[in-house]
Each structure stands twice: as structure tokens, then as C-alpha cells.
């Protein structure tokens, strides 16, 4: 399978916790996006790399929220000390470096905070 | 800052009629604009995108899309439903003040086609 993955596809966690999401995204592309999404809502932005450089930020992303691209392939985001607000699926994308090229989504990883 | 509206939360079409799920944003300057489908438990899949050049764009499963500058739309249209239509629909757009960077997407909008 050549599409974006992300593991794992479902995790429930306590109040509390860490945890921490891992995205591959298309082995070419050097964009990585990534977004979460709540129920009745569309994607909303979190962050974004270019290669290993993370070039954007979202406000929704507070210092509990952290994401790396180690070596501009494989991501990570972590969530330290998680609240129940969030709980929400989280998507990866990556594209290629051009504008006007469309993003591939990975099939999301749902978290639960309990 | 960019915004997508898609002032719809649901749309319902019998099979075998045609299908309008609609689409406005607020950029500055030129957008791009997509449409993404997504089925239950699914991520996004990508369907059509306007860059630049004839306003009618067409995509995939039938799909196409008009793009209106003058009324800052992006309606996405098919001439004939099908049952498996039936899912979650979002517009988003990438703009120059982010470097044509971010996509930033609607709410969605659910299309339902019944038999």
C-alpha cells in the first residue's frame, strides 16, 4: 500500500496520559500535514512540514501538543497530559511541494480520552 | 484569513437525479479550491480541484465542479446520483496568504440519496 498510513487506528487513553500518533506518509512527497476533526466538523488545521521543518503552527496546537518529522519522513504528535476535549480523530496528509497539488489523507487515528 | 462556507449541513437527492452540494470561500487574491468525500470511519479522499484555467473541472465517480469568481463559489455538481453517493462532502481551499499552503475546509455537507 503506497497511500498515507497512520497507527494506531484507535486508541483510548485516561485523563491524563500521553500518547503519541505516528503518521508515514507518501514515500515522495515532502509536504506532512496535520489536522483533527471532531464530530460535525470539518478538518482543522494543527500543523504543517516541509521536509523535517515545521513551517506553520496552528493556535488549536498548545504546548501540550508537540509533532516532530525526524528525518522528513515517517511524523510523530504527541499529546501530553490529554483532556477529555481531546478526544477527536486526528488526520495526517502529505503532498508533493507544488501548490497546486492535492493532499492525501491517511484513514485517521481516533483518540479517547476517558 | 481564508474561510470555506458550505451553507448545507445536508443535502438529499432521489437516485438518478442531479446532485448540487455547495460550496462559497473568502480568500485573498487567487484560490485553489478542492472537494474531498468521506465515508464512515474513513479518511479524506480526494475528488476535483480548480487551480487555474476552464471553470468547470471534473473528477472523479462522475463528479465536477464549477468554479464562479464573481460569487466566490464552488459548487460541486453530478448529473446523476447514485446510492453510493451517500457521504460526507467537504470544500476546502489553499490561498496565497498562506502560501498556498494550509487547507482550510468547510464544515461538510451530507449528501443522502435514497433509492
Known amino acids: 500500500d503506497t497511500g498515507v498510513s497512520q497507527n494506531p487506528r484507535h486508541k483510548i487513553t485516561k485523563r491524563g496520559q500521553n500518547v503519541t500518533f505516528r503518521c508515514d506518509p507518501i514515500?515522495?512527497?515532502?509536504?506532512l500535514y496535520w489536522y483533527r476533526q471532531t464530530l460535525g466538523q470539518g478538518p482543522e488545521f494543527l500543523t504543517y512540514?516541509?521536509?523535517?521543518?515545521?513551517?506553520?503552527k496552528s493556535r488549536l496546537l498548545s504546548d501540550r501538543f508537540s509533532a516532530e518529522r525526524p528525518k522528513g519522513s515517517f511524523s510523530t504528535l504527541e499529546i501530553q497530559r490529554t483532556e477529555q476535549g481531546d478526544s477527536a480523530m486526528y488526520l495526517c496528509?502529505?503532498?508533493?511541494?507544488?501548490?497546486?497539488?492535492?493532499?492525501?489523507f491517511g484513514q485517521g487515528t481516533r483518540l479517547t480520552v476517558v | 484569513a481564508q474561510s470555506v462556507a458550505q451553507p448545507e449541513d445536508q443535502v438529499n437527492v432521489a437516485e438518478g437525479n442531479p446532485l448540487t452540494v455547495k460550496c462559497t470561500y473568502s480568500?485573498?487574491?487567487?484560490?485553489?479550491l478542492f472537494w474531498y468525500v468521506q465515508y464512515p470511519n474513513r479518511g479524506l479522499q480526494f475528488l476535483l480541484k480548480?487551480?487555474?484555467?476552464?471553470?468547470l473541472v471534473k473528477g472523479s465517480y462522475g463528479f465536477e465542479a464549477e468554479f464562479n469568481k464573481s460569487q466566490t463559489s464552488f459548487h460541486l455538481k453530478k448529473p446523476s446520483a447514485l446510492v453510493s453517493d451517500s457521504a460526507l462532502y467537504f470544500c476546502?481551499?489553499?490561498?496565497?496568504?498562506?502560501?498556498?499552503?494550509?487547507?482550510?475546509f468547510g464544515k461538510g455537507t451530507m449528501l443522502l440519496v435514497s433509492p
Open positions: 496528509a502529505s503532498s508533493s511541494r507544488a501548490a497546486n497539488t492535492e493532499a492525501f
Open positions: 514515500s515522495e512527497h515532502n509536504r
Open positions: 512540514f516541509q521536509n523535517e521543518a515545521q513551517l506553520e
Open positions: 480568500v485573498s487574491g487567487n484560490p485553489y
Open positions: 480548480y487551480i487555474t484555467g476552464d471553470n
Open positions: 476546502a481551499v489553499r490561498a496565497p496568504n498562506s502560501g498556498y499552503s494550509t487547507l482550510t
